[in-house]
């Protein structure tokens, strides 16, 4: 028993003798060991005021004249290349003949040029002509804003040549609008809006919706007519910045497609809407013609308001959508075969040469 006692003292010894720690060396100092130290997140910045939202937007933003026939359009736009390249709506220079555009940065006016553009989404790409080392608008991101969020319409307000700084909320996303053509009448349904409850007033289209910060989250597109606002609270929509920078790239890179068109605008001449919407009575498809240009390819061919077109270049037109999309894939002096139903009930073909619309680079 003893024997036994004294082997299982000495195991314990020689287990502990292991477990101390091993000796240094001579001069050598054992290292500290401490607990790492907390990583403080950094505060977010605080939002910027509305004067220092102008002082960091407004050198990056134009304003825009699009002169037609007989009248002309104002709207805004905002550089997102430093060699002259600018977002704005589609509806500011649809059918423009001529189009310029005044930096707010530099007070230089350049001829603008039209380079493409999406109708459905209401976006066009433009040039400044001989535009270059221009301030360029910062960019943020549609996909993180949230309903509540602080933002700020900056644009042409009723075309006065000056930029007016219209702040608001966010109110909802994913909002579906219809839009109505100051050229035309025509009316085009736009999705995935973003509604927001700022001033926003004509000649504000096409102009930057900035968050809290400055960064660009939207493209301004519509709001309430003026005897609307008088009844109700501001209400206007904006276009996502993710969606209008897809259709940037997409006309940079050169690729039609889709509902993207690159290059020189074909020209009919007509305003469109679904013609459901307008008639009880004829085709139960098909787009109505709303109006037609004077010396416009159509009105040469003899569409008059109230035809109902039903066919495009040997395709059916079940919707104004229909010919819209059939019109992204020509150029001007493109020979097209439409068909209409008159309002008279009468079906007509003819041959069209469609013609040189908004000017392009």
Do not use: C
Request: no cysteine; proline share 7%.
């Amino acid at each position: 028993m003893q024997a036994a006692s004294r082997a299982a003292l000495l195991t314990v010894l020689v287990f502990a003798v292991s477990a101390l720690p091993t000796p240094l060396a001579p001069g050598v100092r054992e290292p500290l060991v401490s607990a790492p130290a907390p990583v403080l997140a950094e505060p977010p910045p605080a939002p910027l005021t509305l004067e220092e939202l102008s002082a960091r937007v407004n050198p990056t933003v134009v304003t825009i004249s699009a002169e037609f026939s007989f009248y002309g359009v104002a709207g805004t736009g905002f550089v997102v290349d430093s060699d002259g390249l600018v977002l704005t709506n589609f509806h500011v220079v649809e059918e423009a003949t001529d189009v310029t555009a005044v930096h707010m940065g530099n007070g230089l006016i350049y001829d603008a040029s039209v380079l493409g553009y999406d109708k459905t989404r209401d976006v066009a790409v433009l040039r400044l002509a001989s535009a270059v080392d221009l301030p360029v608008a910062p960019i943020g991101r549609s996909a993180a804003v949230a309903v509540g969020d602080g933002v700020t319409a900056v644009g042409n307000a009723d075309g006065a040549g000056v930029l007016v700084a219209a702040p608001g909320r966010v109110v909802a996303l994913q909002e579906s609008v219809i839009a109505e053509s100051s050229v035309d009448g025509s009316r085009n349904e736009l999705t995935d809006m973003i509604r927001i409850d700022a001033d926003v007033r004509a000649g504000d289209s096409g102009g930057p919706l900035v968050d809290a910060w400055g960064n660009v989250i939207g493209v301004d597109a519509a709001g309430l007519s003026e005897k609307a606002r008088q009844t109700s609270a501001p209400e206007a929509y904006a276009i996502p910045i993710d969606t209008a920078m897809a259709v940037l790239e997409q006309v940079r890179d050169g690729r039609s497609g889709g509902t993207v068109h690159v290059g020189p605008t074909p020209y009919l001449g007509i305003g469109v809407r679904d013609v459901s919407v307008l008639r009880d009575t004829g085709p139960s498809q098909g787009a109505a013609v709303t109006s037609v240009q004077y010396d416009s390819p159509a009105e040469r061919t003899g569409l008059l308001r109230g035809d109902v077109i039903v066919s495009f270049d040997g395709r059916p037109v079940r919707t104004s959508k229909d010919l819209i999309e059939g019109m992204i894939e020509k150029s001007p002096g493109d020979v097209i075969e439409l068909e209409w139903v008159s309002g008279q009930g009468v079906r007509q073909q003819r041959s069209v040469t469609l013609e040189l619309g908004t000017p392009t680079a």
